[in-house]
């Protein structure tokens, strides 16, 4: 089957319709994401990037237009755990502790204690946490939170993977290294990834296309392919990167220069 | 008093310190929780004392801490006899009146109109002076029952168990929500991992306040008559006797008492909630 991992058809999102307060979150958005696809939001602040993802998640219903995520309508391949998710906010769990938050998903989807423990020690590894499992969220600092957060969406190995602003409160250090890791854990398990950021360099660095997005109403204004093949060592120095970084400006430029023009 | 002690106040300063040097932190924690509440109260005792002896205070008026603990040591078997007597009574009564109260907020939180409607009428009914139905109660059972005292205590247990709980389940982190909805777990299974462990340190809030009124409701409705057995009935029977430093050792007894039930109160609420202890 060689159905779309993500297919929107027209989407429009409009918050409190009909009533005081409205918002025009989305209008008009058409968007396909193959399988195994590396897809980067961008554009500025309240202009529908998280909008979007919870529409993709089913967690809001689209005004109008249709979502399809692995060729089933999207509250099918919520029911049936098709994605793995981390918002901009970790939301955590406060009484379980760091190890037992990781294992909620695997518990979930019905694995025995042994093996959900030591995938959870794992993906702690993996974000440089393992000596924390024990710790509850509470004594742990907002970046190591979040950690944890984007160590529980990848804890299940999902065919597509959400991230809302997952390395936003990172240091520069721990963000570089994280990027690599999620585009090793991407590349060998063909995950297809949605990912919403507001830096630049990250979204080219990641992505195999950036979709740069413009506020009221918030909608898709320009997607920028990148191509840059294996990321190396190399790769943030190429010029291929700085390329793309200039493309992605100029493509939120338009934005920018759009928002001015209807001022 | 106690019952009014805010959560967080309460529940912090005497926390013990988690982590490697813990029980070096404990001890230091500890001591610093301890010794200002003590110096205070020898301070206050020191001071009561001198005013009752140099201003030669009638005895009816005010006994001095030294004649109270002078009967309080005479007393202690009847002490501890009566005092057990109504610590039983506050005991179960305070299990009881819990255990209705979660039932009833765990009904309360599934239906959000019956949490709605439920919870002014809570309000008002707690604010009217429950241990007033002791006397109706009493006549209504045999004079040898325990049960109008229990009943009292349930009932008064009921309100802020039932307040605090309907609260803690109500309150649901929104992204807690949205990540459980991507897990596709809704039903008893949202239940189970979120709402019952969120609404937990609120239980506790409800409880800690519940202990120290389970106590005092357990000896105040023995002034309205029933089963004579228990603290209050001493105290009154001490004070119509004008045995004022008697009645006022039984007192200390009740203090003593309301002060164990809000002490275990704690420590459950330590144990079963570890996530809050840092
Ligand atoms: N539940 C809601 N009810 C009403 N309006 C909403 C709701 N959620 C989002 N909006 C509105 O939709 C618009 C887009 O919000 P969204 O959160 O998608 O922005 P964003 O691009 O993620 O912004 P940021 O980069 O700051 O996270 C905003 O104007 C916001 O006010
Ligand atoms: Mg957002």
Known sequence: ?263 | MSVLVDRTVAADPAGPARGRSRTAEGFKGLALVVLPPVVVAVAGLGAWEAIVTVGRVAPFVLPAPSAIWEQFTLSLDTIIRTGTASGTNALVGLVLGTIVALLAAMAAGRFRFLAEVSVPVAAALNALPIIALAPILNNMFSATSNIPRRLVVAIVVFFPVFINALRGLREVDPTHRDLMDSYAAGGWTFTRLVRLPGALPFVFTGLRQASSLAVIAAVVSEYFGGLQDGLGSRITSAAANTAYPRAWAFVLGACVLGLVFYLIALLLERVATPWRTR
């Open chain 1, 1 to 263: 089957m060689t159905a779309p991992a993500v297919e929107l058809t027209g989407v429009n999102k409009i918050f409190n319709q009909g009533r005081p307060g409205e918002v025009t979150a989305l209008t008009g958005v058409d968007l396909t994401i193959a399988r195994g696809e590396f897809i980067a939001l961008i554009g500025p602040s309240g202009c529908g990037k998280s909008t979007l993802l919870r529409l993709v998640a089913d967690l809001i219903a689209p005004s109008s237009g249709t979502v399809t995520v692995a060729g089933k309508p999207a509250r099918k391949a919520r029911l049936d755990q098709e994605y793995g998710i981390a918002f901009q906010q970790a939301g955590l769990f406060e009484w379980r502790t760091v190890r037992r938050n990781v294992e909620l998903p695997l518990e979930l989807r019905g694995q025995g204690r042994r093996e959900r423990r030591a995938r959870a020690e794992e993906m702690l590894e993996l974000v440089g946490l393992a000596d924390f499992a024990r710790h509850y969220p509470a004594q742990l600092s907002g970046g190591m939170q979040q950690r944890v957060a984007i160590a529980r969406a990848l804890a299940v190995h999902p065919p597509l993977l959400l991230m809302d602003e997952p390395f936003g409160a990172l240091d520069e250090m721990t963000r570089e290294r994280l990027q690599d890791e999620l585009l090793r854990i991407c590349g060998t398990t063909g995950t297809s990834t949605i990912f919403v950021t507001h830096s630049i360099p990250e979204a080219v660095y990641l992505a195999d296309r950036v979709v740069v997005m413009s506020p009221r109403p918030g909608r898709i204004t320009g997607i920028v392919p990148i191509d840059l093949g294996e990321r190396t060592e190399t790769t943030r120095q190429s010029p291929g990167f700085f390329t793309g970084i200039t493309k992605v400006r100029a493509a939120l430029r338009g934005t920018e220069a759009a928002v001015g023009a209807e001022r």
